[in-house]
């Protein structure tokens, strides 16, 4: 079973017993609302879907789950079993029983659903990230696990609820996109013996790969091209450890004919720079608004750059909203690249 050694700083005996208690206690007939972070990504869409259809095994049959923003799923996340519990965030319940929320480290990424963690009887949060700000009432934050779903695996086998393919087929989504199809360092021998729980129940890891991670329209590769080729690389940043950064415009999507969610594996053709130690995109989502993600292999404590201008995420992986100008959203992360260096005290 999985599951957190003394010492670690995943969440409490007294924490679990506290959220199975929650689950269990919903009253017959009650409604459960399951809300993940702005602009799902596999770790937040499969948590979550994975852990509804843990719900419904148990019996919960008023069950939504949702996201703040538009109700609109990048392609590859299209299709995940448990997809039909998904309602717009303008239809989910106003005043659920019990509240859930995945892989979101502070209250601002669940948008305007950020009033139902008042407005329900009880708010659980089930989040691995180390900003995460302790919002909500009961709280599974588990900053060593490789993602939300290992945490969601946990509490699903507390709770007794079998693995399913439907389930695997989520919570392998969740994995995989937060370990890089188990390449980062939050790889470690419980994530693979938990990838081969989900694969035990049948799933077809090549299949879901493919079309979560390999499949793409002609029009995001040529894309990619245009913005790579603009690409930038500061070797003198991070105390030369080197930066290279891309941006992407509305109008590049536009000319391209592409949406949005394309831009998402953008970083990883940018961050295997060998010459630089992080690695940034910066993605404009209206006139002067970007989302921006940030990538390090080590020498930079990413996310607390991400939490210096008003973001979070983990010290390999982070992101923040950025405004202004692209260049001025850069000369910002220039301008917190320094502190972030990762001293020898802190070395893992
Ligand atoms: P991304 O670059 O979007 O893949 O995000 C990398 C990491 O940073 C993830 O763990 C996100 O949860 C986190 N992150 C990205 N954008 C934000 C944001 N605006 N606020 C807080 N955390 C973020
Ligand atoms: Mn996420
Ligand atoms: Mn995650």
Same mark, same amino acid.
């Given at each position: 079973m999985p599951g957190t050694a003394p010492g670690?700083?995943? %969440?409490?005996e007294a924490e679990w017993a506290a959220a199975v208690a929650a689950v269990r206690q919903v009253p017959a007939g009650g409604r459960v609302l399951l809300v993940c972070h702005v602009n799902p990504d596999g770790d937040a869409l499969g948590s979550m879907l994975g852990f509804a259809q843990g719900l419904r095994w148990l019996g919960v049959d008023l069950l939504q789950a949702t996201f703040p923003g538009p109700f609109d799923l990048p392609d590859p996340l #299209?299709?995940?079993?448990?997809?039909?519990?998904l309602v717009p965030a303008t239809e989910a319940?106003?005043? %659920?029983d019990l509240v859930i929320c995945f892989?979101?480290?502070?209250?601002? #990424?669940?948008?305007?659903?950020?009033?139902r963690l008042d407005a329900a009887g009880a708010a659980l949060v089930l989040d691995h990230h180390?900003?995460?700000? #302790?919002?909500?009432?009961l709280h599974l934050v588990d900053?060593?696990? &490789?993602?939300?779903s290992v945490v969601a695996e946990e509490l699903l086998d507390r709770l007794g609820v079998p693995l399913d393919a439907g389930i695997a087929e989520c919570l392998y989504v969740a994995l995989t996109t937060d370990t890089g199809s188990f390449r980062f360092?939050?790889?470690t021998p419980a994530v693979h013996q938990m990838a081969a729980r989900l694969l035990a129940t049948g799933i077809r890891p090549g299949d879901i790969s493919r079309r979560i991670f390999d499949h793409r329209p002609f029009g995001a590769v040529r894309l990619f091209g245009e913005v790579l080729g603009r690409a930038r690389l500061e070797p003198a940043a991070a105390g030369g450890r080197g930066l290279v950064w891309t941006y992407a415009t509305q109008d590049d999507l536009v000319r391209h004919g592409q #949406?949005?969610?394309?831009?998402? &594996?953008l970083i990883d053709s940018v961050r295997?720079?060998?010459?630089?130690?992080v690695s940034c995109v910066v993605k404009q989502v209206? &006139?002067?608004?970007w989302a921006v993600s940030l990538r390090s292999?080590?020498?930079?404590?990413v996310s607390r750059v991400a939490v210096a201008l008003g973001g979070g995420g983990h010290r390999f992986a982070a992101g923040f909203t950025g405004r202004g100008s692209a260049d001025e959203v850069m000369d910002g992360i220039r301008g917190q690249l320094d502190d972030a260096l990762v001293g020898a005290e802190d070395q893992v």
């Open positions: 670690e700083s995943g %969440p409490t #299209r299709g995940l079993p448990g997809e039909e519990l319940y106003p005043d %659920p892989d979101a480290a502070s209250a601002s #990424r669940l948008g305007e659903l950020v009033d180390a900003s995460n700000t #302790r919002f909500g009432g900053p060593q696990a &490789a993602a939300t360092e939050a790889t #949406r949005p969610y394309v831009l998402e &594996a295997c720079t060998a010459e630089a130690d209206s &006139a002067h608004e292999k080590g020498a930079v404590d």
